[in-house]
């Protein structure tokens, strides 16, 4: 029976030494609609460290993908626009690079793979001509040179057959089959980051464990640094070794995966966990984060989850919440985890 | 097969989907997206329909209200045969069976009212009109957790949550006692898809209502169902109590698929079958068991012969011929005269 065991083995870079590959500070994403400005990311700061996941989680709308577009600078420009903060990767500031480096930097040294993968590829090219295309402008391959890299990175995620296949065109594959070939295509250039934003999300769960371990597997192969983003705690469990959890368009809570998922502080991670049923059984009630998300346009003031949080008071609708460490790299933006704010009982939440 | 308390009773539905080629139309294949099923589902119990996409489960939902026209097979809803109803009689029948679909934004008419949504079938089955109309579809709104104030709004005004809750308001307006929810919460964030799991139950409490159940998301259908069947190919290769299934999974397929599915802690080491391949095409389904290009037990009958039917006690049934041999002989059902 083929078995593989799960596990999350610390990786090289969880001690984090040495300088961060990415290194994330109080970017601002914004979009000027006709209806006002979407603050779609305000403020995030996170790092990454070479041969590290860190996991982005969230609900729609709270600017995790976006987040994601900003760091490889594909945002619609207008609407959108950085207008502030940092993303410095290996050394060079990605919000100031020039559109040209940005074609270099994308695809060369990110990689990325997206939701969807029929619409992620291009049907009326075969699956070899879109990887062929990376590969001749990054790594600078010529004629049977990319075509044979092209065949060795189909191989390498696992298509059986992959001779054969480089020539199909993405609708003659299924759905599995289409993310290994952006895996493929997001891989082929080496890169030393890659951001995967909902990998699974469309796939069956058999076919999300075989993408999952793939990626996982590659990593430790190549030694890159994974950006996770999804909405399913799930895969943030079995995969990243770091966590960061956006609401309303900031970091609300970021620790270490054991850490956030034994102690979590925030009131939203604490809702959040709790309204998942568990797989291992129980019928009782699920416990829910009432209310939903607050629209962009018009966010409460004060801390932004105030009207859902159970322990909200007076002063969270005037205040926000900055996010401070707790210790030992565990942060959290909430008055009742602020030692030296007027609300400080970390007992309510722990 | 249970005693009195079936509401829903399926004997060897099938549904072929036929594909047409060439200048007459000729039939050149068959899809069998469902292939012989057969299942019950008792008065107020919860019956959980997992498996992968393209196995069949919601053409099973849909052929059991027929929405789509089963190729053959029997369906009991309390006591009557569904597929001999015809015209006015199959209206209403439909009044006790209803659906909520998947998504919460196509399944609502942009151009209709919530009032138009939620009513219209009052009005099609001539229960309600005007102003009384008007006031039931308000008390089925804040059933659902909905203001009544909202009833002149239209499906955009929503969030997937609401729109959603729409929807059970609009499968509830006929009090039907039967409901298929197909994918109903697969569409919805995690703290949304709780209150609306929440609600279901409740309503099933409230309402003595029945559900078909039908999920990708094991967890969700765990916490939600009674009872769970696991379809593959457009079979159901194994059927048990909620908690019996995913404690003691017999099949093979059923045992892979639940080792796959992430667990929320970190903490948890365990092994997991990683299965090869994908779904196979339902137009042309593997020989003999359906599962056995990807099954890691494989052996030459599987190949050959389809299993049958093995009752492993506890109304905890599953098609396998290699599990099989850990149960006595008379245990097993052959294919050819398995009754459900």
Redesign the interface.
């Known amino acids: ?8 083995e610390t990786p090289a870079g969880a001690a984090h030494v040495g300088s961060p590959l990415l290194d994330i500070q109080d970017l601002k994403t914004y979009f000027h609609t006709d209806d006002g400005t979407v603050k779609a990311v305000d403020g995030v700061s996170f790092q990454a460290w070479p041969g590290e996941t860190v996991g982005i989680v969230g ?2 709308g709270c600017g995790k993908s976006v987040t994601a577009l900003s760091i490889m600078r594909l945002l619609p420009m207008p609407p959108g626009k950085i207008e502030g903060g940092s993303i410095l990767f290996d050394g060079e500031d990605l919000v100031t690079a020039s559109p040209a480096r940005m074609r270099q930097i994308r695809g060369g040294k990110i990689g990325m793979i997206f939701q969807e993968p029929m619409t992620s590829l291009n049907p009326v090219f075969t699956v070899g001509n879109q990887i062929e295309e990376a590969v001749r402008l990054h790594l600078h391959l010529r004629g049977k040179e990319a075509r044979d890299h092209a065949i060795d990175m189909l191989a390498k995620v696992g298509i059986p057959s992959p001779e054969a296949r480089v020539d199909e065109y993405p609708h003659q594959m ?4 289409r993310q290994r070939v952006m895996i493929a295509m997001a891989l082929s250039c080496h890169p030393k980051l890659l951001i995967a934003d909902e990998p699974t999300t469309a796939l ?7 993408i ?2 793939l990626i996982r597997s590659l990593q430790s192969e190549l030694g890159m640094a994974v950006q996770m983003i999804t ?8 995969t ?1 070794h770091r966590v960061v959890v956006m609401y309303a368009s900031k970091v609300v809570e970021m620790a270490d ?2 850490e956030l ?2 102690r979590p502080r925030h009131p939203y991670t604490r ?3 709790r ?9 009782d ?6 209310g ?2 607050p629209n962009p346009l018009e966010f409460p003031s004060g801390c932004k989850f105030h009207p859902r949080c159970t322990f909200a008071t007076d002063h969270c609708t005037k205040h926000e919440p900055e996010l401070l460490d707790l210790g030992e790299g565990h942060l959290s933006a909430c008055w009742l985890t602020d030692p030296s704010g007027p609300m400080y009982d970390p007992e309510k939440v722990s | 097969m249970s005693g009195n308390g079936d509401l829903l009773v399926v004997r060897n539905l099938k549904k072929y989907f036929p594909i047409r080629k060439g200048v007459f139309s000729r039939v050149v294949a068959q899809v069998k997206a469902v292939d012989n099923v057969s299942f019950h589902i008792d008065r107020g119990e919860t019956l959980g329909l997992v498996g992968e996409s393209g196995c069949g489960k919601t053409t099973l939902g849909r052929a059991i209200l027929r929405l789509i026209e089963p190729s053959a097979g029997e369906i009991a809803f309390d006591g009557v045969d569904v597929l001999s109803l015809k015209g006015a009689a199959m209206r209403r029948m439909r009044r006790r069976m209803q659906i909520i679909f998947q998504d919460p934004y196509s399944s609502l008419n942009p151009r209709m009212t919530v009032l138009d949504i939620v009513g219209e079938a009052l009005h099609v089955h001539g229960i309600a009109r005007g102003r009384e109309r008007e006031e039931r579809v308000k008390q089925l709104l804040e059933r659902v957790g909905l203001a009544s104030r909202y009833v002149n709004r239209y499906p955009h005004e929503f969030s997937g949550g609401q729109r959603q809750r729409i929807g059970v308001a609009r499968a509830l307006a006929l009090n039907p006692s039967f409901i298929v929810a197909d994918e109903a919460v697969s569409a919805l964030d995690v703290s949304i898809q709780a209150q609306v799991i929440n609600l279901l139950v409740d309503l099933r409490e409230e309402f003595g209502l029945s559900y078909l159940f039908i999920a990708h998301d094991l967890s969700v259908v765990r916490h939600i169902s009674d009872r769970i069947a696991v379809m593959y190919l457009g079979e159901i290769v194994e059927t048990a109590g909620s908690d019996d299934l995913f404690d003691r999974p017999l099949h093979p397929y059923t045992e892979a698929l639940l080792s796959a599915v992430p667990v929320a802690d970190p903490t948890r080491e365990r092994a997991r079958i990683v299965l090869t391949g994908d779904v196979p095409t339902p137009i042309d389904p593997p020989s003999g068991c359906h599962f056995h290009p990807r099954c890691p037990l494989v052996e030459k009958i599987c190949s050959e012969v389809p299993p049958g039917v093995t009752d492993a006690q506890n109304g905890h049934t599953f098609r396998c011929h290699v599990v099989a041999r850990q149960f006595p002989d008379e245990a097993t059902t052959p294919v050819e005269s398995a009754a459900p």
């Open positions: 029976m083929p078995e593989a065991s799960v596990s999350s609900e729609s299924s759905g599995g089959m069956d769960v058999t076919i999300q464990a075989q999952l371990e909405h399913d705690l799930g895969v943030i469990a079995e990243a995966v054991k998922f034994g809702g959040l966990f309204s998942i049923p568990a797989i291992t059984g129980g019928h009630r699920l416990q829910t984060i009432e939903t998300v």
